[in-house]
Every structure is written in structure tokens, then in C-alpha cells.
Nanobody, 124 residues
């Protein structure tokens, strides 16, 4: 099992950057694929980025491609989301998620573990 705790959210101006972190408990972190999702007020939770167990394969939503980078440090049981060139439409609660298979997925329903979320607000 994984327990996930996100950090690094906050208020930033458009064009700025933030780095989200997700710390995982459990000795099996390195065998799980991980993902980031986000949910804006009044909207469904949507896929942002995902990464394989070994960090060698990643996938991004079109809306963040070229601006966001997902990475992981298996020695530290942590996954990151570097967010650059932020836009007001990136404002949302960002959730870290883990899935038991080691290969990434864009599908929210294929994740077994979720964090509590961290708020990101981008002002114009």
C-alpha cells in the first residue's frame, strides 16, 4: 500500500513556476507507476501527467505538454511535478496518485492510491 502526501502548492502569478512534491510511504514505491491529476472548481478531476516505475517513460495532457515535467526519485520515495509558464487556467487542486501496475496510465480509474491534494492558484 501507498500513502501519499502532496506539498508545494501556493499562489503564483501567471508565467511563474511551482514545483509540487508527493512523498510516498511504503517500501514498494519503486514498483508503482505514478500520476498527477487536477480538479478545478465545478469540473471533473482530469489527467495531467504520469510516469513509469523507473522514470523512463512519461506522458502528458496536451494542455500542459512543454510546460510541465513529471519526475521521480525512487530512493527518496518522491514524485515531482515541475510547472513552468503557469496560466490562470492551471488553477486547481492537484492530486498525486499511484497505481499498482508499474506502467503509466492516463485514466483516473486505474489508480489505486490518492493523496489529499494541494491547491495551486495562478493569478492573472
Amino acid at each position: 500500500q501507498l500513502q501519499l502526501v502532496e506539498s508545494g502548492g501556493g499562489l503564483v502569478q501567471a508565467g511563474g513556476s511551482l514545483r509540487l512534491s508527493c512523498a510516498a510511504s511504503g517500501r514498494t514505491f519503486s514498483s508503482h507507476a505514478m500520476g498527477w491529476f487536477r480538479q478545478a472548481p465545478g469540473k471533473e478531476r482530469e489527467f495531467v501527467a504520469t510516469i513509469n516505475w523507473d522514470g523512463r517513460s512519461t506522458n502528458y495532457a496536451d494542455s500542459v505538454k512543454g510546460r510541465f515535467t513529471i519526475s521521480r526519485d525512487n530512493a527518496q520515495n518522491t514524485v515531482y511535478l515541475q510547472m513552468n509558464s503557469l496560466k490562470p487556467e492551471d488553477t486547481a487542486v492537484y492530486y498525486c496518485a499511484g497505481r499498482t501496475p508499474p506502467y503509466f496510465s492516463r485514466s483516473r480509474g486505474e489508480y489505486d492510491y490518492w493523496g489529499q491534494g494541494t491547491q495551486v492558484t495562478v493569478s492573472s
